[in-house]
T-cell receptor, first 110, second 114 residues
Framework: GNSVTQMEGPVTLSEEAFLTINCTYTATGYPSLFWYVQYPGEGLQLLLKATKADDKGSNKGFEATYRKETTSFHLEKGSVQVSDSAVYFCALSVLNDMRFGAGTRLTVKP | KAGVTQTPRYLIKTRGQQVTLSCSPISGHRSVSWYQQTPGQGLQFLFEYFSETQRNKGNFPGRFSGRQFSNSRSEMNVSTLELGDSALYLC?????????????FGQGTRLTVV
C-alpha cells in the first residue's frame, strides 16, 4: 500500500540552525510528494511539492528533492527562524489516494 | 479565490449525542476529503467524496459518515459520540481530476466531547 514515514519529533533548534526532517515513502505507482506545515490552531498549508523524480520543491527558504532511487523527500532549510516553529507533514498523492506522515513538531528558540 | 471553509470552528458535545460538521471547498474543486487529527494518532483519513460519491474510505467505524452535495459542499456526521472522538476535524479540497493532485485544507473544526 501507500504510506509515508517521517522523522519523529519533537525537534528543537536554535535560530539560524540548519534543519533536516527526513521523509521516506512507499507507493504503488508514481506519486507526487508534498510538505505541509501546520501552525498552532490552523489547518495544514502546502509548503512545497515535487511531481517527478529529481524535482526540487522550494518555498520560504525550505527545499526538498524528490529522490526516486531512495524513495525519499527530505525537508531542509539552511537557517531556521522562530517563526518556522510549527508541525511539518510529509505527504504523497498517487491515483487520488493521499497519505500523510505522522508529523514532526519543530520548535525554534531565539 | 476563497479558501476551504469549515463550520463551526469549535463544538462541545456530550457523549452519546451526534454532530454534523460542514465543509465548503474551493470553487471548482470537486473532491472533498475529511481527516481526524489527534495528538496520539496524528492525521487519519476518514473518507473522500468526489462528485457526490464516496471514492475512498479510511478505517473508521460506521458512526462516522459523510455526504457531498451537488455544489461540492460536504458534511460529515458522527453519531453516538464517544470521548475519544474529541479531535480536530480537517477538511481538504482538490480538483480530484488529475492523478496526483494536491489538497487545500480548511482551518478545521475542534470537537470536544464531554
Amino acid at each position: 500500500g501507500n504510506s509515508v514515514t517521517q522523522m519523529e519529533g519533537p525537534v528543537t533548534l536554535s535560530e539560524e540552525a540548519f534543519l533536516t526532517i527526513n521523509c521516506t515513502y512507499t507507493a504503488t505507482g508514481y506519486p507526487s510528494l508534498f510538505w505541509y506545515v501546520q501552525y498552532p490552531g490552523e489547518g495544514l498549508q502546502l509548503l512545497l511539492k515535487a511531481t517527478k523524480a529529481d524535482d526540487k520543491g522550494s518555498n520560504k527558504g525550505f527545499e526538498a528533492t524528490y529522490r526516486k532511487e531512495t524513495t525519499s523527500f527530505h525537508l531542509e532549510k539552511g537557517s531556521v527562524q522562530v517563526s518556522d516553529s510549527a508541525v511539518y507533514f510529509c505527504a504523497l498523492s498517487v491515483l487520488n489516494d493521499m497519505r500523510f506522515g505522522a508529523g514532526t513538531r519543530l520548535t525554534v528558540k531565539p | 479565490k476563497a479558501g476551504v471553509t469549515q463550520t463551526p470552528r469549535y463544538l462541545i458535545k456530550t457523549r452519546g449525542q451526534q454532530v454534523t460538521l460542514s465543509c465548503s471547498p474551493i470553487s471548482g474543486h470537486r473532491s472533498v476529503s475529511w481527516y481526524q487529527q489527534t495528538p496520539g494518532q496524528g492525521l487519519q483519513f476518514l473518507f473522500e467524496y468526489f462528485s457526490e460519491t464516496q471514492r475512498n474510505k479510511g478505517n473508521f467505524p460506521g458512526r462516522f459518515s459523510g455526504r457531498q452535495f451537488s455544489n461540492s459542499r460536504s458534511e460529515m456526521n458522527v453519531s453516538t459520540l464517544e470521548l475519544g472522538d474529541s479531535a480536530l476535524y480537517l477538511c481538504a479540497s482538490s480538483t480530484g481530476q488529475t492523478m496526483n493532485t494536491e489538497a487545500f485544507f480548511g482551518q478545521g473544526t475542534r470537537l470536544t466531547v464531554v
